[in-house]
């Protein structure tokens, strides 16, 4: 392009605006955001679980504010619709009539796909998820390649701010030792430097259907607090509260006890009340065998968002999620 095709402007006369969130400070309107773990650890019903709480209009975790309800684009290239995904989101609650998804029986889709936009556009769909992303990048295309990576994602991140979209790419990764191990296995560094906020699920050693949610890279605000959430049985996530654990410690298999008396009481608590209410003298008669003083024992349930209930002339304790689940 000539210089006679030269354009320029002054940032004065740029009409500024805050960034909307679906999920603060993990997930925002309009951005690119990776979820990225390795195989079997819940990435997808991680992704499915957000999708159902949009296509309610259910708060997020730890959230009091309800997101508007609306409609989600949901693909997966790996299982299917009828047997897997369906069900999927069935058994998380979605409403399917709020869930579309692009059909690919005649051809695939990918990322720089005109059919993305159209959907969004006919929907007004406001979150998006490419489930994993690494299929979605077309056959002419070398995830690897920075060339090829930054043109795709770089029309991908235009369209999510064109339609005010959240868009979730979840994504494979090898075994790792260390954040920047992590983001050599994503493919080329740019896929992680476009997206905004890179969230990573992790096992915990303390069960099989225990999981960490913890944010390594967020460019639109500060790292959000490392979350701790259950599988269960039939799908759905039960999220437990905070916990002191970083990205780093996951990486490296470093699974240390929080540091602070506020993190093991949270953690107490969670366990404690993971399978439904308890008396709030029974918990006060085990912080008092713990030695937990009532100071820390109600920062820790305040934290959690743990909500008392009278039944029965007795005051009982419960987390908001099991609240939610009754």
């Not at 006369?13 to 805050?18: F, Q």
């Not at 769909?125 to 295309?141: E, T």
């Amino acid at each position: 392009m000539g210089i006679e095709h030269l354009k320029y402007d002054y940032y004065m006369n740029i009409k500024t605006r805050k960034v909307e969130w679906l999920w603060y400070p993990y997930i925002a309107y309009g951005k690119i955001t990776l979820i990225v773990g390795d195989p079997g650890n819940g990435k997808s019903t991680l992704a499915i679980n957000l999708a159902s709480l949009v296509s309610n209009g259910e708060s997020m975790p730890f959230c009091r504010e309800p997101v508007k309800m609306s409609k989600v684009v949901y693909q997966n290239s790996e299982d299917a619709k009828e047997d897997t995904i369906c069900p999927r989101l069935k058994s998380s609650g979605a409403q399917l009539g709020n869930v579309a998804y692009i059909d690919e029986s005649l051809e695939t889709l990918a990322m720089d796909d005109d059919r993305i936009d159209k959907v969004l556009e006919e929907t007004g769909a406001r979150l998006m998820v490419l489930d994993p992303y690494q299929a979605y990048f077309g056959n002419n295309a070398d995830m690897y390649r920075a060339s090829d990576s930054r043109l795709i994602l770089g029309k991908l991140s235009r369209l999510a701010q064109k339609r005010k979209c959240a868009v979730i790419l979840v994504g494979h990764m090898t075994k790792s030792h260390g954040i920047s191990e992590l983001y050599r296995s994503l493919g080329s560094i740019d896929i992680p430097a476009i997206a905004r906020s890179v969230l990573l699920v992790s096992k915990m050693p303390t069960g099989d259907s225990d999981r960490l949610f913890t944010q390594i890279k967020n460019n639109l605000g500060p790292i959000g607090p490392s979350l701790l959430f259950k599988i269960m049985a039939n799908g759905r996530i039960k999220w437990l509260g905070e916990t002191s654990l970083t990205p780093e410690s996951v990486l490296e298999n470093n699974f240390d006890e929080p540091k602070t008396k506020v993190d093991k009481t949270c953690m107490l608590l969670a366990r404690l009340l993971n399978k439904g209410t308890l008396l709030a003298t029974e918990i006060e008669g085990i912080a008092k065998i713990e030695k937990i003083a009532p100071r820390t024992l109600y920062d820790a349930k305040q934290r959690l968002n743990i909500k008392s209930i009278r039944k029965g002339g007795k005051w009982y304790w419960a987390l908001e999620n099991e609240i939610k689940d009754k």
